[in-house]
C-alpha cells in the first residue's frame, strides 16, 4: 500500500474505532514507539530515539488527561502515568535501554489488562494462564 493509502486507512479506523478501540491503539502506539526508540539507541541514533521517546511521553500524557476523577482507580493510574513520564525522562536523557524496557513491560501489561476488560466487556472469557 502506498504512504498515502495508508494514511486513508488508519484515517478511517481511527475515525470508526471506539473509545475502548481508540485506548488500545494507544497503547500499542506507544509500545511501537517505545521499541523504536530501543532499536534507535541500538543504531546510535539518538535524535531517532528522542523523537520515539517523546512520542510515547505524549501518548502517557494523553492518558493522563483523560482520567475520570470520578473513580477510585484514577489516583492509581495517575500515579503509574506519572512514574512512567519521570522514567521516560531519564531515559531520554541518559539514552538508557533498560529504562525503555521497564517503561515497555509496563506498558504491555496495561495493554493486555485493557485488552482482556474490553473482552468481558464483550461478553467474551478471558483466556486460561496455565502455570506449567
Known amino acids: ?9 488508519m ?9 475502548e478501540e481508540l485506548t488500545l491503539m494507544l497503547y ?3 509500545i511501537k514507539f517505545c521499541n523504536k526508540a530501543i532499536m534507535a539507541i541500538n543504531d546510535s541514533n539518538m535524535n531517532d530515539a ?9 501518548i502517557i500524557s494523553e492518558f493522563q488527561a483523560s482520567l475520570n476523577p470520578e473513580f ?20 531520554n536523557i541518559q539514552k538508557d535501554i533498560s529504562i ?4 515497555n513491560e509496563f506498558l504491555r501489561e496495561f ?8 473482552n468481558i466487556a464483550k461478553g467474551k472469557k478471558p483466556p486460561i494462564n496455565k502455570l506449567a
Open 1 to 9: 500500500m502506498t504512504t498515502n493509502k495508508q494514511d486513508i486507512y
Open 11 to 19: 484515517s478511517n479506523t481511527i475515525m470508526q474505532a471506539s473509545k
Open 28 to 30: 500499542n502506539g506507544a
Open 50 to 58: 528522542h523523537h520515539n521517546i517523546v512520542r510515547v511521553e505524549d
Open 72 to 91: 477510585e482507580v484514577t489516583k492509581s493510574f495517575s500515579v503509574m502515568y506519572e512514574y512512567l513520564q519521570r522514567r521516560l525522562v531519564e531515559a
Open 100 to 103: 525503555l524496557e521497564e517503561v
Open 111 to 118: 495493554r493486555d489488562t485493557w485488552k482482556e476488560a474490553m
